[in-house]
């Protein structure tokens, strides 16, 4: 079934581009991906495939709908924000609306190296819309053990960056950045802000991308680094083919470190406090004074020698120098990666 005749009407344009073609769009409505995180990224991201015809699409997200999630997470709306529905499931119905050809799967989860398997697997392609680095490491290990491409990208303020890792054929994520970045050293959305024009650019990026892989125009990738910032006015591609590392944890020794759980951060209730202990991760200790000075945008912050404490939005973040947190108003552990994932970036 190769004809245009056999596609549905609301490709028709789509088709017509030369380079997909009807064949190209028959692969696409065969396709099976995964996005994990449904914020700003992930929301644009979606959109773009499920338009354009993507078979099937699994959204993972932790999180729920807030007014402030507005400005910038396209498939979100007032009454979604009034119910505080699970972002996943309100980008799906959304979504659902938009191309009913399209099965679409929400799942409400914290993506762990306990769960990753299972919620990706029979997946042809992982795109990042997520909001931590450990995240990432997580998918950058599957992406390898399975051997699927995924496709990275994140942007703060009106800057940003994203790169399609295929494995065996570019440098993955652990070449470039051996470890996460320290805390300290990564602004978030709140602490910094976010501008929806550079979301929507790095998300029609990341779409691109997926179309080619999905399409199987692979020799059309681009393999470099993509950085924007718009505010300057500037894009440009790092060349990173000379970065792939022999001897990198994941895709030279194929060791899985995150994938095996024996790094990131694990979450524990702490009986009778209503609050979650997450351990340090792989980040070392903490320059506190730096982290109170970023957190200081986002809400009232005390500090001494040993922590830092940050109080916002009736959560209680007891930040510790060896990089161990202790979130208050909450005994969930998935609301409690997302509060500390949403203010400190891991």
């Not at 245009?4 to 396709?31: I, N, S, V």
């Not at 054929?169 to 602004?187: G, V």
């Not at 351990?279 to 200790?285: I, K, L, R, Y």
Request: proline fraction near 6%.
């Amino acid at each position: 079934m190769n004809s245009p005749a056999d596609l549905p009407q609301r490709y028709e344009r789509q088709q017509r581009f030369a380079p997909l073609g009807a064949t190209g769009q028959h692969k696409l409505m065969t396709a099976r991906v995964l996005i994990c995180g449904c914020g700003a990224l992930g929301c644009a991201v979606a959109d773009s495939l499920v338009r354009a015809g993507v078979g099937w699409l699994r959204i993972v997200d932790r999180d729920f709908v807030t007014l402030e999630n507005l400005h910038r997470q396209v498939l979100f709306d007032e009454a979604d924000a009034t119910q505080g529905l699970p972002k996943a499931v309100a980008a799906a119905s959304r979504l659902s609306a938009v191309n009913s050809l399209v099965s679409i799967d929400p799942v409400v989860a914290d993506l762990q190296a306990g769960n990753i398997s299972q919620l990706a697997q029979g997946v042809d392609l992982l795109i990042d819309g997520t909001d931590n680095f450990e995240t990432r490491y997580l998918l950058n290990d599957y992406a390898h053990a399975a051997g699927i491409p995924w496709i990275f990208a994140g942007c703060v303020g009106a800057a940003g960056q994203t790169m399609t890792i295929v494995p065996g054929e570019t440098p993955c994520l652990s070449c470039l950045m051996p470890a996460p970045p320290p805390a300290t050293d990564l602004p978030t959305c709140e602490t910094t802000g976010v501008l929806l024009p550079v979301v929507s650019l790095l998300a029609a990026l990341q779409a691109m991308a997926a179309i080619k892989l999905l399409s199987g125009q692979q020799a059309a990738l681009d393999r470099q680094l993509t950085v924007v910032d718009l505010w300057q006015n500037k894009l440009r591609s790092v060349g990173v083919a000379r970065s792939r590392q022999p001897d990198c944890l994941t895709c030279g020794r194929q060791e899985f470190v995150w994938l095996r759980g024996a790094r990131g951060a694990a979450a524990t209730r702490l009986c009778g406090q209503n609050a979650v202990q997450i351990a340090a991760g792989a980040t070392g200790p903490l320059e506190l004074p730096v982290l109170a000075e970023k957190l200081r945008a986002v809400g009232p912050v005390t500090s001494n020698p040993f922590l830092v404490r940050l109080a916002v939005d009736g959560y209680q973040l007891t930040i510790f120098a060896d990089g161990r947190t202790i979130v208050g108003g909450t005994d969930d552990p998935a609301v409690a990666r997302t509060v500390l994932a949403k203010y400190v970036g891991h």
